[in-house]
């Protein structure tokens, strides 16, 4: 029995977003990598967390119920 197991549910992508608008920066200064949706307009990441490994990047898709293969993961941790 899971106490502390809560089920994880998935968002909606936010508005006028989609999965194409995923995108990974990293800080010139200290190399803190982040992902989030990019938003062309203000030319920021809106939505952003920070990634430490390749888990995070899978979690930032489960959470919004997209769908990630290889060869995008190898460009997002190559950006």
Known sequence: MKLFHRKK???PIP???TVA???TEA???TGERTIGFYDRGAHR???AELVRSTQD???FYAKYGAD???RTLQR???E
Do not use: A, G, K, Q
């Open 21 to 23: 608008d995923i995108r």
């Open 57 to 59: 990047i899978r979690d």
């Open 15 to 17: 508005e006028p977003f």
């Open 27 to 29: 800080s010139t200064c």
């Open 68 to 70: 990630l293969d290889d």
């Open 9 to 11: 549910e998935t968002l």
């Open 76 to 78: 997002l941790m190559n």
């Open 45 to 47: 990441l809106r939505y």
